[in-house]
């Protein structure tokens, strides 16, 4: 490469995918500078663009139109208040895992009989939440948690709709740490089990059988895995059937991939094609709970370069940025790829590999690797692909507080979460 060649040419030409895009020499989402937003707000920032969620929605919701849908969004990418509204009037009911998620919902004004509530291991004071709230699909993990909630059930009158959170053993093909519907994962119940499941919570009077639930990961790039699950789940809705117990809804999960660096985004044409292929006559209503694909993309991380640490000899050169992993912690967790870009592109000199990272005492505080990228002290970066699993996994470690949230649309643009401050921080402490 060209020394001193202007750097707009090394990064991915369809910088539009990722919600952002050069004029002239400032990088803009939508119709708003981010260093207008940078002045507002600092770094590190978290930005996100309305536009792009609702194109996102609309794609799945196209792809999916031929059969009887509906769109849960999975609170858990990505929980601002903000954007659970936006979602909300598109559309959208909502996954949750915790009662803390469905405050947030019931916050974002959302219908509570739109809510599935997944997860493994609800606590009782949750499922009380939920059952008062009157969601509409426990999706239930165990022996013991159909039980628990046939009591709690009991206790306040009511009856809970309930699926069963069905493990295929099918594999997603994807990081480990995010594959669900293996055998060896945690999450859900074998074929045998779910059967032995239905059949107790049919005879249950506080328990109505609602459908069958399955979620076998996170970032799938292709959709045979997601249609081979589907396989699966109506063959057991078979088996069902002859036990007499009929299911009218599947809740076949989130899990499609979108685009880091050059992979290309999960095909939801294909998919929704296969899936109505499969549906076809069988008279099936069906929940999905996409997070990432409608997300992900969405969002951006600004953070400003503190120092610049150049390489002596064969060391190699960091840059210290004022964003980290307690700010997004997808690479140090997952070694995930998050592209990074200038959001100034004005700089004219040497290109060097960087290691970009964060403040933390931590080696394993880095934001990228080996980017070639022409830097100075100040210098303002985006991290792309930060909207879903970014924010919500954010924490305090080494005392930071929680970076700001913004909403663009358009020309406009709105803080969504104000930046934490350290009286939030040491507040709920007892010295
Ligand atoms: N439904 C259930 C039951 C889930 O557990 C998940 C994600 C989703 C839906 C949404 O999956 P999505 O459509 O977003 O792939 N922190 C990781 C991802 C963890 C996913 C956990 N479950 C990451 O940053 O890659």
Same mark, same amino acid.
């Given at each position: 490469k060209r020394a001193g060649a202007k750097q707009v040419e090394e990064f991915p030409e369809t910088l539009s995918d990722f919600s952002v895009s050069y004029r002239d020499e400032s990088l803009f989402m939508e119709d708003v500078s981010l260093e207008r937003i940078v002045d507002a707000v600092g770094t590190p920032a978290y930005v996100y663009s309305q536009a792009h969620i609702q194109a996102q929605y609309k794609k799945l919701a196209e792809a999916i139109k031929a059969v009887d849908y509906r769109v849960h969004y999975a609170v858990k990418a990505n929980s601002n208040l903000a954007l659970l509204k936006l979602l909300g009037n598109l559309g959208a009911g909502y996954d949750i895992v915790s009662g803390g998620e469905l405050s947030r919902v019931l916050s974002a004004q959302?219908?509570?009989?739109s809510v599935i509530f997944s997860g493994v291991g609800k606590a009782t004071h949750e499922l009380d939440l939920a059952l008062k709230a009157g969601i509409e699909c426990f999706n239930v993990e165990s022996a013991g948690e159909l039980d628990r909630l046939a009591e709690r059930a009991a206790l306040l009158s009511v009856v809970a709709p309930v699926a069963i959170r069905f493990n295929?053993?099918?594999?997603?093909?994807?990081h480990p740490y995010i594959?669900?519907?293996?055998?060896?994962?945690?999450?859900g119940v074998l074929k045998d089990q779910a059967l032995a499941l239905y059949r107790r919570a049919a005879e249950s009077e506080h328990l109505r059988v609602y459908g069958i639930a399955c979620h076998i990961g996170s970032?799938?790039?292709?959709?045979t895995p997601l249609i081979r699950a589907l396989e699966e789940m109506l063959s057991l809705r078979r088996e069902l059937a002859q036990q007499g117990i009929e299911i009218?809804?599947?809740?076949?999960?989130?899990?499609?991939g979108v685009r880091y660096r050059d992979e290309p985004e999960f095909d939801v044409g294909l998919w929704g094609r296969e899936v109505a292929r499969l549906l076809n006559g069988t008279g099936l209503r069906i929940s999905i709970e996409p997070g990432r694909f409608l997300t992900a993309n969405a969002g951006i991380l600004l953070s400003r370069v503190e120092y610049l640490k150049e390489a002596v000899e064969d060391a190699k050169s960091f840059a210290v940025v004022d964003a980290a992993m307690n700010d997004l912690i997808r690479p140090a967790l997952y070694g995930a790829w998050h592209e990074v870009v200038p959001v100034c592109n004005d700089l004219q000199g040497d290109r060097l590999p960087w290691d970009?990272?964060?403040?933390?005492?931590? !080696? #394993?505080?880095?934001?990228?690797?080996q980017r070639t990228l022409t830097l100075k002290q100040g210098k303002l970066l985006a991290i792309l692909? !930060? #909207?879903?699993?970014g924010a919500t996994l954010a924490s305090n470690y080494n005392t930071r507080g929680r970076a700001p949230e913004v909403l663009v649309h358009k020309d406009n643009w709105r803080l969504v979460r104000r930046r934490e401050n350290l009286q939030d921080q040491l507040i709920t402490e007892l010295p």
């Open positions: 959302g219908d509570p009989g295929p053993n099918v594999d997603a093909k994807t594959s669900t519907g293996l055998q060896e994962n945690k999450f970032q799938i790039a292709e959709p009218d809804h599947l809740d076949l999960g989130g899990g499609f970009i990272v964060g403040p933390i005492c931590e !080696s #394993g505080d880095f934001i990228a690797k692909s !930060s #909207g879903a699993y």
